[in-house]
């Protein structure tokens, strides 16, 4: 378990600072603050099905908690706080020819850690509509989005300025210097991710402590709003990233979303990044019931560019895959059924079923094609003594030709969330 003193210290220091602030300032510090524990059991089956493969599965389980704390501000026109989060897993099984679901840390002999945690703290200073947070971040932009697929959530370490003081207009700013990922409790700095058939090739030995950000979002109406994004790796690649989102209602219940987006991604020097991806989902919603159609082509030298252990900004960045190859086109069909429609609070299914093909794979070799199919099932209990416990069963299947390793996925996770201020 790592602790790395001199991110801590500062906001230690002001956490320090804002508790010798005089009662009135510190008042709305205090009756402002929301607290909260998270507990997560979360079982993982992964089992890989081609001939050949280094590790026929991966099967773990593991108990995780989250605790969270956000403060009020100090009361003022420059108002202080702090924000932590506390994370805690407890490996309950798995086995060194098991391991390596992403569930918990490894050792270096391969074997799994029996207990794992890790703290984070972030100082916050707002004035006029505008929030400066330092520290330990989980930032859910286009440019980059942190990962929540496992026990622990992801997350960075450096700065975010957000501003909502311009009406409809909503400005970030930042930079972000290391990261932690989902399964593992060190700081670390960062690279592009390289999965499955992207093409993108690194310098070796060569990471980045500076991820740069910039963006605006403008919301026209309650129907339309729309992004545009700068973000840039240092020494790996720079991208300019857009989307709208428009949400047009048809009347007796129903609607009907479009959700564009395109980036465009360089290279910065320690990779030969080079990428177009444009993406476009359509949903038609009535009742409980929602249909979805999506398609999504890269374009480019290499696949579609982001940090290694992140979410990518796509619609079919889904639960094993990214259908963001080099030259891949892709596209999905999704259904969603609420059933508290039919009476049945609580309960929400999904399916959907991603095809991508046109992969190219190097002069002389075939194209790559490959397809994942994925169904969740989940219940939320409205009432006696499991109320608000949740129940995700979540069955997945990967097949790729000519390229990658196949498998079948199986998830069950139960969770509970219980305030405490």
Known sequence: MERNTCILAPHLLLTSAV??????????????????VEL????????????????????????????RYASGF??????FGVDAIGLLGLTLDSSQDRAGSGLVPRRRDGRSVSNNGFLGLTAKVRTSGNVLRLGTLHPRLPVVQFNDTRLLPQTFEGMHLNSQAFGNLTVDIGSLRQVTQRDSTNREDMTPSVSNAKGIRLTKGVTSDEFNFAGVGYTWSDQLSASYFYGALDSFYRQHNFSVLHVQPLGGGQSFKSDLRFARSYNQGNSNIDNTAAAAMFTYSVGG????????????DTGYAYINGADAFLPNFVSNNDFANREEQSWQVRYDFNLAAAGIPGLTFMTRYIHGDGI????????????????????????????????KWRNSSLRMKHFGSDLDDNRLIISYTLPLL
Do not use: C
């Not at 100090?74 to 108002?79: A, I, L, P, R």
């Not at 070799?365 to 949740?390: A, H, M, S």
């Open 19 to 36: 508790i010798g602030f005089s009662a009135p300032a510190a008042a709305d510090f205090f009756e402002g603050s929301k607290a909260s």
């Open 40 to 67: 997560r059991n979360f079982y993982i089956n992964r089992d890989f099905q081609q001939s050949g493969a280094p590790q026929s599965k991966q099967e773990e389980w593991a108990q995780g908690g989250l605790l």
């Open 74 to 79: 100090t009361e003022g026109s420059v108002g």
């Open 289 to 300: 019931h929602g249909l979805g159609l999506g398609y999504q082509k890269m374009s480019g």
């Open 360 to 391: 190219e794979l190097g002069a002389g070799k075939p194209t790559g094609t490959e397809w994942e199919r994925d169904t969740d099932i989940t219940y939320v209990f409205q009432g006696g003594p499991l109320k608000n416990v949740g129940v």
